[in-house]
């Protein structure tokens, strides 16, 4: 979810709603080059010890290493100690909720509006706003910020910014999409699975399907129900062959079809979340599981579970190496090992947000849709499982045996595993306007439960858009005539 979001209290009229059009000034410009050769990481997406993905852009000239994030909206990069000639605050802040392990107790910190020329992969863009941070005690990441995916509803700039119509709020992705107006407006992920280490990404694209996984259209076309996050309907999960489905927790105002459960995809987030029945289903019963008394489960490394997500009657496995995971050493040195589906709070809103656990199982396509103004589709998301479940299940000993081994091995080349060092996490929904005098409440609450996180950033994004998007949502569900399960009676 969203690594890290800016939220405001002040901007929560309803004007904002998407389709309305904001007045700009000063129109920006988009230079476009070529993403680069078929194969070839033009975005140098990289793999942080399968707990962060990072993409470069730069600013200015200057280079930073981003995390790629499907569940937020915003592009914040950390500018402390970096030079930008030309680059000058807006004096327009945008409070910025974060956790920051150890440095500071307080999550705010405040980001201003900037602008600045950018160029991510091939392209380039001229004017880009941005929030960033120039001088913060309280921020230390390995990563230099975080370039949100995630619908522009969602941006907490955006919100901030209506009132400042000289900015073109435009997304980076949407100017990238403007200049590339014969290509369509999605963007595919491929993430890689490494052994703790830093290697290559995977697969990144903007406007056009990776060859070898074109299959992928013929997947079902899960229809986006919200205008703020890559939000969409799950039909259920399978546990070593038993099903689960139902109990929606979701109580932002998109209505659940029966049965199913509301799902955020997040590729900014390391593990998962999942209502507790959800969470009991995938570990309780398997052999050493113990309850953390928390929010999850701490389980034997070589733990070995099939768990499958259903998404439109299709069944998408996942790794056993990705649903129990590394989370530390012990006092004795021995690997910790914990199991990667949480608990979501129960004020959260929705129901399950996938993280990186999941989205590597899959290559996964977003259509930005209406989004991008001009173009009059929904919104839509596609998997494509990648995931051979039998190989998978008879590979799991021998590569839990390896990471293991690298994580007690001083000497490995991961030396200490950026597992310990980073995972992300904030909340896409807050149910109601009225929940806005308790945040601060609720973010103390959240970092409780989150000392899993090493490196969190912890945000909430206030969404009024949802609530506008509802009759959309409405007719996107009766429309498509989504189907329960039990009346597909697939899977
Ligand atoms: C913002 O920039 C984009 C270029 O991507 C341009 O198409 C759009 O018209 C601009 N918006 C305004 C209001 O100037
Ligand atoms: C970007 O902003 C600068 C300074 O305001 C302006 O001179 C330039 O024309 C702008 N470029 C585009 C493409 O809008
Ligand atoms: C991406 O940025 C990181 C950090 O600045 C740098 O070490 C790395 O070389 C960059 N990669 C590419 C391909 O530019
Ligand atoms: C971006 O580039 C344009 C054209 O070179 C320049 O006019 C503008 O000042 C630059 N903007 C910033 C913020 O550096
Ligand atoms: C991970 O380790 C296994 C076993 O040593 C090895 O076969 C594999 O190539 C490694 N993978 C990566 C991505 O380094
Ligand atoms: C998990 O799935 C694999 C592959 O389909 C199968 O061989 C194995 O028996 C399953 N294990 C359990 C516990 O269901």
Same mark, same amino acid.
């Given at each position: 979810m969203l690594i890290l979001c800016a939220f405001s209290f002040l901007f929560l009229e309803a004007n904002l709603a998407l389709g309305?059009?904001?007045?700009?000034?000063?129109?920006?410009?988009t230079l476009l080059s070529s993403s680069g050769?078929?194969?070839?990481?033009?975005y140098a997406l990289k793999n942080h010890g399968n707990v962060a993905y990072t993409t470069n852009v730069?600013?200015?000239?200057?280079?930073?290493? @981003?995390?790629?994030? %499907?569940?937020?909206?915003d592009l914040w990069l950390n500018t402390e100690n970096v030079e930008l000639p030309g680059i000058k605050d807006s004096g327009i802040s945008v409070p910025i909720v974060h956790r920051g392990l150890a440095l500071s107790k307080d999550p705010l910190v405040t980001g201003a509006?900037?602008?600045?020329?950018?160029?991510?992969?091939?392209?380039? @863009?001229?004017?880009? %706003?941005f929030v960033h941070i120039g001088?913060?005690?309280h921020l230390k990441s390995r990563y230099h910020g975080v370039l949100g995916l995630a619908p522009p509803g969602g941006s907490n700039m955006l919100r901030k910014l209506v009132k400042h119509p000289e900015y073109n709020t435009t997304n980076i992705l949407n100017h990238v999409f403007n200049a590339t107006p014969h290509e369509p407006n999605l963007i595919t992920l491929g993430l890689t699975r490494n052994n703790l280490s830093e290697t290559t990404g995977g697969v990144f694209t903007i406007g056009e399907i990776e060859?070898?996984?074109?299959r992928i259209i013929q997947s079902p076309r899960l229809a986006v129900v919200s205008d703020t996050f890559w939000g969409t309907f799950m039909d259920g999960i399978i546990v070593n062959g038993r099903r689960i489905k139902g109990g929606s927790q979701s109580h932002n105002m998109i209505r659940v079809p029966a049965g199913k459960t509301l799902v955020s995809l997040d590729s900014g987030m390391e593990t998962a979340l999942a209502p507790a029945m959800y969470v009991d289903a995938m570990y309780s019963k398997l052999p050493g599981a113990k309850f953390d008394g928390r929010d999850g489960y701490n389980l034997p490394c070589d733990t070995r579970?099939?768990?499958?997500?259903v998404f439109g009657g299709t069944k998408y496995p996942i790794h056993p190496i990705d649903t129990v995971g590394p989370e530390g050493l012990d006092k004795h040195g021995k690997v910790k090992c914990v199991g990667k589906f949480r608990y979501t709070p129960r004020d959260f809103g929705l129901d399950f947000v996938l993280g990186t656990t999941f989205l590597r199982n899959v290559y996964s396509l977003f259509d930005y849709g209406y989004w991008t103004p001009g173009v009059k589709s929904l919104p839509y998301v596609q998997l494509l499982s990648v995931v051979n479940p039998n190989k998978a299940w008879q590979d799991f000993p021998a590569m839990n045996t390896e990471r293991v081994r690298q994580l007690t091995n001083p000497n490995s080349p991961s030396g200490t595993p950026s597992v310990y060092v980073a995972s992300v996490i904030s909340q896409p929904q807050v149910a109601a306007p009225t929940a806005t005098p308790s945040i601060a409440q609720k973010i103390k609450k959240r970092m409780d439960w989150s000392f899993w996180l090493i490196f969190g950033l912890l945000g909430l994004v206030i969404m009024l858009f949802?609530?506008?998007a509802i009759d959309r949502v409405y007719g996107i569900v009766s429309g498509k005539g989504y189907k329960s399960l039990d009346e597909q009676n697939r899977v």
């Open positions: 309305l059009h904001i007045p700009f000034l000063q129109p920006s410009q050769a078929p194969g070839a990481n033009p730069t600013l200015n000239g200057k280079t930073f290493e @981003v995390v790629l994030d %499907t569940g937020s909206s509006v900037s602008v600045g020329n950018f160029t991510w992969g091939g392209h380039a @863009v001229q004017n880009q %706003t001088s913060s005690k060859p070898g996984y074109r579970v099939n768990i499958s997500l949802v609530f506008l």
